[in-house]
C-alpha cells in the first residue's frame, strides 16, 4: 500500500477501535447490549472503517487538503472569528436543517430531501444509542407503568409509560420512517418524470439508495404492525427481513451516494474560504487589468496544479503563470488562437503582451447578471 492508504487504514482502525471501547463503556461492559443486535453493532463497525478510510483518503487529494487546511486555518483567524461564527450558524440553519440550497432547486426536489434527511437523522439518533446499549429504559421500583431512561448507565427522567411522551418515545422510528418513505416517493417520482434526470441517473447511485432506504422504512413499520395488532404474527421473519436490509444499507455507506452526508460538512470550509477570499487581496488580470478572484485563490490553485503535475507556467515574466489570466481574457485567447490556426499562422507564445491601448475580449452569451445557470455564482462572477 502507498503511504496515503496506509493512513488512512490506521485512522480507520483508530476510529473503528474507539467505537468499539464506547460500546463497551456505555453499555457497562455489555451489560446493557442486546446480544440479538450483535449484527447491527458489527455492520456499524464495519460502516465506520469504511467511511473513515475513503473519508481520509479524499482528504489527502491536494485539492480537497488545502481547502480543508485553509478552511479551519480561515475560520478561526481571529479578526474573522466573530463574523465566521455568526455566518457558520446562519448556514447550519439554512443550508443544512432547512436544505434552501435544494429548495432553490425545486420545490419537490427540496422536500425530498429534507424529508429523507430529517427522517434518517432521527432514526439514527434513535436506532445506535439502543444498539449500542448507551440508552435502555427500566421500570422504576415504585411504580412499574413508569420508565427511568438511563444514559451510559447513569439515570436521567422518567415518564408514564402510556403518556404522551412515551407514546411518541416509543414510535419514534414510525415517525422517522413516514418521512422516508414520503421523501423517497417524492425522489422517485421526479426521477421517473423529469427528463433531465432521467437523461443522467444511474441505477447504483440513483435508485438503490433509494429502494434501500424504502426497504428499511417499510420493514421496520410491518415489525411495528406484527406486534402491536398481528400478536406477533410473522415476527421472527420480519425481523430477519429488517436486519439484512438494515445491514445491507450500513455496508452501502462508504462506498455509494450516502457518502456525500459525510461530506457535505467538510464543504463549509469551502464557503469561509470564498468569505475570506471576497474581503482580502484580490487577483487582477495580468492581460486586461480587471479583478476576477481572489489572490489566494490563485496562488493556492498553483500550488495543487504543481503538486497534481500540471505545469502551465508562461515565459513571459509580467504574466508567470495561466491562472492568473482571468475567465474572459482565456475565452478571448482561445478565439485567437483559433484564429491564427485558421490563417495558417504560427506563433510560439500563448499570449502576446503588447503596449496596444485595446486587446481582444470574449463577449457575454448571457448579457445579464443571473442569465446564466449558476444563479448565485453568476452574479459573483458578473463583471462586462
Not at 460502516?47 to 487538503?65: D, E, H, K, S
Not at 439515570?155 to 422517522?176: D, K, N, Q, R
Not at 423517497?184 to 435508485?207: I, P
Request: aromatic share 16%; with cysteine; net charge positive.
Amino acid at each position: 500500500m502507498n503511504r496515503e492508504a496506509v493512513k488512512a487504514t490506521l485512522w480507520g482502525a483508530l476510529v473503528t477501535a474507539l467505537l468499539a471501547a464506547l460500546i463497551m463503556i456505555g453499555s457497562r461492559n455489555l451489560s446493557h447490549f442486546d446480544a440479538a443486535l450483535v449484527g447491527y453493532t458489527f455492520a456499524v463497525l464495519f460502516a465506520a472503517f469504511g467511511i473513515t478510510y475513503r473519508y481520509t483518503m479524499w482528504l489527502q487529494r491536494p485539492p480537497t487538503a488545502i481547502y480543508w487546511r485553509r478552511g479551519w486555518q480561515l475560520f478561526f483567524r481571529p479578526k474573522f472569528l466573530g463574523r465566521n461564527l455568526a455566518n457558520w450558524l446562519k448556514r447550519l440553519t439554512g443550508e443544512f436543517a432547512l436544505n434552501l440550497f435544494i429548495f432553490r432547486r425545486g420545490k419537490l426536489r427540496g422536500g425530498a430531501h429534507w424529508l429523507i434527511m430529517w427522517g434518517c437523522l432521527i432514526a439514527i439518533a434513535i436506532t445506535f444509542p439502543l444498539v449500542f446499549g448507551w440508552i435502555h429504559f427500566e421500570t422504576t421500583a415504585n411504580d412499574i407503568n413508569w420508565y427511568r431512561t438511563y444514559v451510559f448507565g447513569f439515570p436521567t427522567f422518567s415518564f408514564p409509560i402510556h403518556s404522551l411522551l412515551g407514546f411518541m418515545i416509543f414510535h419514534g422510528l414510525v415517525w422517522a420512517s413516514f418521512l422516508v418513505i414520503a421523501g423517497v416517493m417524492l425522489a422517485m417520482r421526479r426521477r421517473m418524470k423529469d427528463h433531465g434526470a432521467a437523461a443522467l441517473q444511474q441505477f447504483g447511485e440513483d435508485f438503490l439508495p433509494l429502494i434501500l432506504l424504502f426497504a428499511v422504512s417499510v420493514t421496520g413499520l410491518m415489525l411495528t404492525a406484527s406486534y402491536s395488532w398481528l400478536k406477533g404474527y410473522g415476527y421472527e421473519f420480519l425481523a430477519i427481513l429488517h436486519a439484512i436490509t438494515v445491514i445491507l444499507t450500513l455496508l452501502y455507506l462508504p462506498f455509494g451516494k450516502f457518502f456525500h452526508i459525510f461530506q457535505r460538512p467538510a464543504q463549509l470550509g469551502v464557503t469561509f474560504y470564498k468569505d475570506v477570499g471576497e474581503r482580502e487581496t484580490l487577483a487582477a488580470c495580468r492581460r486586461c487589468g480587471a479583478d476576477f478572484t481572489s489572490q489566494m485563490h490563485v496562488e493556492d490553485l498553483i500550488h495543487v496544479e504543481k503538486q497534481l503535475g500540471y505545469r502551465y507556467d508562461m515565459s513571459d515574466e509580467k504574466i508567470e503563470h495561466y491562472q492568473w489570466i482571468c475567465p474572459r481574457c482565456r475565452r478571448a485567447l482561445v478565439v485567437l488562437a483559433q484564429g491564427r490556426s485558421w490563417q495558417g499562422e504560427r506563433g510560439d507564445e500563448l499570449i502576446e503582451v503588447q503596449s496596444a491601448a485595446v486587446k481582444p475580449q470574449s463577449s457575454f452569451g448571457n448579457q445579464q447578471i443571473d442569465f446564466g445557470p449558476l444563479g448565485e455564482e453568476d452574479r459573483k462572477n458578473f463583471h462586462p
